[in-house]
């Protein structure tokens, strides 16, 4: 009898240990992102030119079934959006303003939120998925590409801002805009390491 409940003390140790790293669900191996250590960069295009930066990723995770990913969630932290291709005055102004209402409305919708809902491999390392991302409380589908190499993943997605009605420099709201229109398709590239 002794015998019997050291060995499922034992067992019960070696369960928790092996769960405070990887948490196994009824779906596959889930394993969280290190946010530290991962990117997203974002580019938006205009008539004139474009801009890029960066946003943080606030939490996440990726699921994986016999080593090949399942799915994934990543939720966002939109306040930490910045601009890297400028500086002083004006970075400040356009960190701003897609921080107000004319763009993304941070204040009211702090994180944005992407849920994989279908992943198909393509090959050994790559996938395309189908995901659900929500901005500004709004919900549509998107098309990815995911490439993953041991613990590090590259996903990439095309957005239409104005599906999620950020309306600001649209022709898809506004006409005559001419040179000061702002293309509705920004890229979002992001690094992930978990």
Do not use: C
């Not at 003390?9 to 928790?16: E, H, Q, T």
């Not at 948490?23 to 250590?37: A, C, L, P, Q, S």
């Not at 959006?81 to 107000?100: A, M, N, P, R």
């Not at 763009?103 to 790559?126: E, M, R």
Request: net charge negative; proline share 1%; no cysteine.
């Amino acid at each position: 009898m002794a015998n019997t409940i050291t060995n499922m003390v034992a067992l019960s140790a070696i369960a928790f240990a092996t769960n405070s790293f990887t948490t196994i669900t009824t779906e596959g191996e889930k394993k969280d992102i290190k946010v530290e250590n991962s990117t997203m960069v974002w580019k938006g295009y205009k008539v004139t030119g474009s801009h890029e930066g960066t946003v943080d990723i606030k939490s996440g995770s990726l699921i994986f079934k016999e080593g090949v990913l399942a799915g994934g969630d990543i939720t966002i932290n939109m306040a930490s959006i910045e601009s890297t291709d400028l500086e002083g005055e004006y970075k400040g102004k356009l960190e701003g303003h897609l921080k107000s209402d004319d763009f993304f409305g941070v204040q009211k919708f702090p994180t944005a939120s992407l849920k994989l809902t279908k992943v198909k491999a393509t090959g050994k390392n790559s996938y395309t998925a189908i995901g659900d991302l929500t901005i500004k409380g709004i919900t549509k589908s998107v098309d990815l590409d995911i490439s993953v190499y041991g613990n590090k993943a590259n996903a990439s997605v095309k957005i239409d801002r104005s599906e999620f009605d950020v309306r600001y420099g649209s022709t898809s709201f506004f006409d005559g805009l001419k040179d000061k229109a702002i293309y509705d398709e920004f890229d979002l590239v992001a690094d992930f390491e978990f």
